[in-house]
Antibody
Framework: QVQLVQSGAEVKKPGSSVRVSCRAS????????LTWVRQAPGQGLEWLGG????????KYARKFQTRLTITADEATRTVYMELSSLRSNDTAVYYC?????????WGPGTPVTVSS | EIVLTQSPGTLSVSPGESITLSCRAS???????LAWYQQKPGQAPRLLIY???YRPTGVPDRFSGRGSGTDFSLTISTLEPEDFAVYYC?????????FGQGTKLDIK
């Protein structure tokens, strides 16, 4: 059974970057896709992209392609999501989740606040 | 991209009742690749249904999904107090995968 632990809350200035980590334990890391989904305050869910660590292949939502980077470190069983050129509407809880079709389980979420 | 519209937006019901939530797609969802999630305040979403009607291990059998094409539904029979939450549908048949806006289930 996969368990996901995410890094802590972040507060960032507009124009800066944020990196959020997601460490997986349980079944063989690398053999499954890890996906990032975000949720703005009081809003619904938005798929950002994902990575298949064993091949390092990534897939991004078109609207984030120019400022989103997802990487994986098999040695530490950790996936990273880096979002650059932050603006106020990037304020959200960022979740990692196992899977590339449906998603289960999910990490607990990392709140990211973008504010001047 | 496929737009999913969930209805109703909010539903107020009493424990013990049975309810059906709707998820309608703007175009046909390939191979019924549709999932449902439950989200409680301050928690991450939890997968309830995938492939339109398949329940993962550990999900109570009072949750059932059905549908194909553009019309899908989630039925919760005999609501328990812990079922009051927000429910999202998600299609993964076409890229990018997309979510509905959610249905909030309130205690009446």
């Amino acid at each position: 059974q996969v368990q996901l632990v995410q890094s802590g809350a972040e507060v960032k200035k507009p124009g800066s970057s944020v990196r959020v980590s997601c460490r997986a334990s349980g079944e063989a890391f690398g053999s499954y896709t890890l996906t990032w989904v975000r949720q703005a305050p009081g809003q619904g869910l938005e798929w950002l992209g994902g990575v298949l660590p064993v091949f390092g292949t990534t897939k991004y939502a078109r609207k984030f392609q120019t400022r989103l980077t997802i990487t994986a470190d098999e040695a530490t069983r950790t996936v990273y999501m880096e979002l650059s050129s932050l603006r106020s509407n990037d304020t959200a809880v960022y979740y990692c989740a196992r899977g590339h079709d449906w998603f289960a389980p999910w990490g607990p979420g990392t709140p990211v606040t973008v504010s001047s | 991209e496929i737009v999913l519209t969930q209805s109703p937006g909010t539903l107020s019901v009493s424990p013990g009742e049975s309810i059906t939530l709707s998820c309608r797609a703007s175009q046909s969802v390939t191979s019924s690749f549709l999932a449902w999630y439950q989200q409680k305040p301050g928690q991450a979403p939890r997968l309830l249904i995938y492939g339109a009607s398949y329940r993962p291990t550990g999900v109570p059998d009072r949750f059932s999904g059905r549908g194909s094409g553009t019309d899908f539904s989630l039925t919760i029979s005999t609501l328990e107090p812990e079922d009051f939450a927000v429910y999202y549908c998600q299609q993964y048949g076409s890229s990018p995968g997309t979510f509905g806006q959610g249905t909030k289930l309130d205690i009446k």
